[in-house]
């Protein structure tokens, strides 16, 4: 568990995979820019059986409030297998809790404790053009914008450009000081 200001980062705990499915099933709650993409409770919990969504080159980890209500999720991954670094996926589940910054410090955080945790020159957060909230959140998080990628995701009935942006190494606070600079 990582505790920042006003978020907590955890493993996910078996307990949890019904609530999580709860406030993801509504796909159209998800916003216009999240895939309409289903995971069922099957799915998530034979995800869950084979590692506890802790693996070394994919994980997930839970963000919650300070009273532990479910808040969203952030986890990395391996973007394409010849390139060193993890792209970060990033989500809020209810659209009442968007915009109160709890991203912006998960994000901040959660990038410290991977270049802690692993031999990373780089992470990149990929955000579909037009999603000015989430560009903001990596932004205020310290990543770069780099490019476009041009029409590369198929997603709610169109193709849709995919901005990228990046934080290095010597970019990124301590994880120490990502906790303690929390308020964004």
């Given at each position: ?16 995979i ?19 993409r ?23 980890l ?11 999720n ?9 390139a060193?670094g ?6 809020i ?13 998960a994000l ?10 692993k ?31 041009r029409?590369?995701v198929?997603?709610?009935g169109?193709?849709?450009?995919l ?7 010597e ?14």
């Amino acid at each position: 568990m990582i505790e920042g200001r006003n978020i907590i980062l955890r493993a996910m705990r078996a307990g949890d995979i019904e609530p999580v499915c709860r406030l993801t099933e509504h796909v159209l709650e998800s916003g216009e820019y999240w895939p309409l993409r289903m995971v069922s409770e099957l799915q998530m919990r034979k995800k869950f059986e084979e590692n506890g969504m802790l693996g070394d080159d994919e994980s997930m980890l839970l963000i919650t409030d300070k009273a532990g209500n479910i808040l969203g999720n952030i986890g990395f991954f391996k973007f394409m297998h010849y390139a060193e670094g993890y792209e970060i996926g990033y989500r809020i589940y209810a659209p009442q809790e968007r915009g109160k910054g709890y991203m912006t410090e998960a994000l901040r955080i959660f990038s410290a404790w991977l270049f802690e945790l692993k031999p990373l020159p780089r992470l990149q957060v990929n955000v579909l053009e037009g999603n000015d909230a989430s560009a903001r959140v990596a932004e205020k998080a310290g990543y770069s914008y780099e490019g476009t990628l041009r029409r590369l995701v198929f997603s709610h009935g169109r193709y849709h450009n995919l901005r990228m942006y990046s934080l290095l190494r010597e970019e990124c606070p301590t994880l120490s000081e990502a906790i303690s600079n929390g308020n964004v």
